[in-house]
Each structure stands twice: as structure tokens, then as C-alpha cells.
């Protein structure tokens, strides 16, 4: 099975190890992301102003651009995956409201019509972590795992995009439990914690540090709390400011410990046998964990 | 007679168009490029003239035709001219540049942001290469440039000869050719290697080869340059 795969610009410049270890995994798992030729910005963050006409067109570009895409592509269905939680927030939600709105659709195609493209309306949006869960299987997934996670006690962070708003959302957005599913599935401890979806501080980090740096100590202390030792998530903006204030943090001297950040793709990438040198886009240094307890 | 005339008359309105140059209306013939028929209208061009090939870019031309709801834009030298055009010339185009120091700089994304902060405001709306008289995907290199594919974005621009029309068409007010002016020197700084023979020259320069050559240039008269000049030799391609 093969999907089209939109990275958005994080993948290609914050997060290369997140695609990376996406790619490779999905290899294993025979449920693999194609990266669509040509692809633009997704528009980040779905645009709530009175006429969203203009700011709609990024996204369904990208949805026409895919369904040219799949048609190239053997052995795929009418699905454009994401791995960013923003990209799929956005995308999700334009989808849901040009399948809706068949005036607006025809509107953002006469944009398109000089560029020989036309979205049909008729794909579906989604995350790896739903075409893992819904596609592939958490069990086909124990299947392929080759080194269990022993030791690894993992809180799952989703953050906002991944569960609102409802036309995005990929789970329930109150008691989520795709990312715990698969960290059982990867032979690793599940952490239950209430801070799964405490704002991470998103874009303030550039201009208001400070509420940042508050959310990632409530976030990261009450993980250590409960006894865990990563984190996990899906979203490059989530992970960014997990990773960087947490050492911004411990330099002020505010905090002693770190907890290291993982995208959920990298666990994967550990219980299904790949070789993981790469740890470039971290902050807190994930290999001295990985190290004790014999994964890398 | 009187049907000669006729026919001269016929064959005179086959041969013309009107077209309309900043609203005035120009009766032109017909093979002439949109610049030849200016100059014919009798405009004596100064700027918005270049090298008259369709490589400086200095004579992006915007126009409509009559009853047609496009905008088009071409090069005046490049295009001919169609009955019931309504064209004006763009001869310059204000775009800011950004100052940088390639050695300073690495090729990333955040170079891009840094020194053309707009190209996040792309709407993705693809006008800049709708307009675009050398058929370059425009906004999908400044997306290349976001995405930090330097690589890709250079190449992509490669063509471009920064007529500016791009830039005058951008509802998120991006200067593409300047983007693109980046994004090509850092990958050819970057990524490209350097010809062996251009490093040896730089050498035999820095080592004042040339030295004793330019000083005998520079000492000699007008008249014995123009004679070494009309007698220089030519390399002979088929030999070297």
C-alpha cells in the first residue's frame, strides 16, 4: 500500500528526523508514505476570518496536487497523509468545509483552473497515526516490532491539533488513545497524565517566551511526576518548544532534570529494528536514556 | 482602378491593428513586436529597453485584449502585437534587495526568512507564475525556498531574468526574483563545486600573472590598442 504523502515545510527543515524515521517505518509496515512531487504551505492554522476565500486556496492546491498524485501511484486509495498535527488540523478542516460548501469549492477552483488543477472534493485527509491504527493495525505493528521498548516509560503528548477542532480531530479529543495503543504495541510503559493536551505556549515562543516557558514547566514536571521518562509527539511545533525551553529552563536553573522528546515515528523506528544515528534537531540529548537501557 | 484601390485598402487593413498604448489607440502594422510598434507610434524608448532579445528583462509589458477578462504580460521585445491590445510598459519595478554576505550565511530556510521575511505570507495563490513571461513555476520555488530545498528553488529559478512582473502581481508582496537571486548564489556557493580551472586561475591571478601584461596594456597609446586590438588573435575552438 502506497500513500500520498504531503510533508509541509516543518519535515523539510525542524523535524528531518521525524520524516525520516516516518519514511522508514512506513516501509516496514507496507504502508508507505510517497511524497507528492510539488506541494506548497498548507497555510498553518485554518484561518477564522470573515472571508476565508484567499487563505483557502493553499490548502486545497495541496488537496488537487495529491489527487494528481495518487493517480500516479499504484496501489494507493483517495488519501493525503500527513505526519505535521498542524498540516492535518488545517487540511482537515478545509477539506470538511469544501465538501460542504460546494460554492466555496467552485470559487477556489476557478483560481486553479489556469494552473490545470481541480480538487474534486473527494479525497480524505489524514494522519499516519490514524492510517496506523486504522489501516495497518496495532497487532500487524507487535508483528514487526523486533526490540521491545522495555524500560521506556512514555507520556503521550498530543497538543492541540491533533484533537481539535472537531472536523480535525483524529481521536477523542477528551480521552485520546491512539499514541498509548502504540506505545504498548512498541513493548514500552504507558504514563497516564492529565497534561495530554496543555498547550505547549505554540508560536509565543518567538515573541512571549515567557508563556512558553510557564506551559513547558507544567507540562514536562508533571511527566517526570508520573514517573515517566519520555515524551512522545506527533506536532514539530510541540516538540521544538517541549525540547528548547526545557534547557532554556534548566539553564535559569528552574529546573534540574530534563525528560528527552521523541517523535512517536522515532520509537517505531527503534522497536521495528532501524538504526538510529541521527538526533541533530534535539535539544535534551535523548542517547544517554537510550543508551541505559540498551536501544541504540 | 477603383478596385485596385479597393484591394490596397483590403490588403492595408489585413496588414495593420489598432492597438491602444496607455489608452491612446495606435494604428501599427502587424509583424511588428509590441516594442518596434512603439517606437513606430512614435515613442522614443529610454527605459524599459534593453537588449532587445529577451534576456535583460528590462521591457515587461502588461496588457489586455479587447473583451477578454486575463491580464497578460510578456516581454515588448518577445511579443507581437494583437489587434485591440491595451498595453503599458513596466519599466522598472520597486522591490527591496536584501544586503548579505554569503560567507556569513548558510543555505537553510531560516536564511531565506531572514532576509525575505514576506515569503511566509505566500497565499500559494500562484499568480507570480501566471505571469511569468519565462514560464517559471514561481511560487513553487519561493515554497522550495520556505521548505529550505535550496537546491531545488535555484534550479527552479534558473530562467529568470527579474523582469519583476512577478513581484507587482504578489498579493502577499514578495520580491520573487530577489528570493531567487539568494537562493541561487547560496547554492551555487553551497552546493556546486568549482570548476578546477576557474580555482587556477584565481591562483595564477593572486600570483600576479597577468601583472606584466596589463602594465605594457595600460602604458600604451590609443591608437597602437586599437591596432592590437583589430590584429588580437581568436582561440580556435576546433584546436583547443
Known sequence: MKYSYFPGCNLKTNAKEYEHTAVEVSKILDAELVEMPVFNCCGTVHSMASDNTMRRIAPVRILSRSEEHQKELEDTNNTVVTLCSMCSSTLKVVNEEVKEDEEMLQKINWQLERDNLKYSGHS????????????????????????????????????????????AKIDDSETPTVMETLTLALGAEVVDWPYFKTCCGSYHVVDKEDIVNNQILKITEGAKKRGANAIITACPLC???????????????????????????????????????????HHVDPKPLLKSLGLI | MAKAISMREKKEKLDTV?????????????????????????????????????????CA????????????????????????????????????????????????????????????????????????????????????????????????????????????????????????????????????????????????????????????????????????????????????
Open chain 1, 124 to 167: 480524505e485527509v489524514k494522519h499516519y497515526l490514524e492510517i496506523l491504527r486504522d489501516e495497518v493495525g496495532f497487532e500487524e505493528i507487535v508483528k514487526k516490532v523486533k526490540k521491545q521498548l522495555k524500560g521506556m516509560k512514555v507520556a503521550s503528548y498530543y497538543g492541540c491539533m491533533l484533537l481539535h477542532p472537531d472536523k
Open chain 1, 239 to 281: 516538540a521544538y518548544n517541549l525540547d528548547s525551553q526545557q534547557v532554556f529552563l534548566q539553564k535559569k536553573g528552574i529546573i534540574k532534570e530534563t525528560i528527552p522528546i521523541f517523535y512517536f515515528t522515532q520509537l517505531m523506528a527503534i522497536a521495528l529494528g532501524i538504526k538510529l544515528e541521527n538526533f541533530e534537531d
Open chain 2, 18 to 58: 489598432t492597438i491602444y498604448i496607455m489608452g491612446q489607440g495606435y494604428k501599427v502594422p502587424s509583424s511588428l513586436t509590441i516594442m518596434k510598434a512603439m517606437e513606430y507610434a512614435g515613442f522614443k524608448l529610454k527605459r524599459g529597453v534593453g537588449c532587445r532579445a529577451g534576456f535583460c528583462g528590462a
Open chain 2, 61 to 240: 509589458t502588461v496588457y489586455r485584449k479587447l473583451g477578454d477578462y486575463k491580464i497578460y504580460a510578456n516581454l515588448a521585445c518577445q511579443t507581437k502585437v494583437e489587434d485591440g491590445m491595451y498595453l503599458t510598459q513596466l519599466p522598472f519595478v520597486p522591490a527591496n534587495k536584501a544586503e548579505y554576505n554569503l560567507d556569513e550565511i548558510k543555505p537553510s530556510a531560516s536564511t531565506m526568512l531572514r532576509f525575505y521575511p514576506e515569503i511566509a505570507r505566500c497565499l500559494s495563490c500562484n499568480a507570480c507564475s501566471r505571469v511569468c513571461p519565462q514560464d517559471i513555476q514561481v511560487m513553487d520555488y519561493v515554497q522550495y525556498s520556505l521548505q529550505g530545498q535550496i537546491e531545488k528553488a535555484a534550479e527552479l529559478a534558473f530562467d529568470c531574468i527579474q523582469c519583476g512582473l512577478c513581484a507587482i502581481r504578489c498579493p502577499a508582496e514578495i520580491p520573487q526574483y530577489h528570493v531567487a537571486t539568494l537562493a541561487r548564489r547560496l547554492h551555487g556557493k553551497y552546493h556546486m563545486i568549482a570548476p578546477d580551472t576557474l580555482e587556477q586561475r584565481v591562483k595564477e591571478i593572486e600570483e600576479g600573472k597577468y601583472e606584466k601584461g596589463f602594465e605594457e596594456l595600460m602604458s600604451l597609446s590609443e591608437e597602437e590598442l586599437k591596432k592590437r586590438y583589430v590584429a588580437r588573435d581568436f582561440i580556435d575552438q576546433k584546436k583547443a
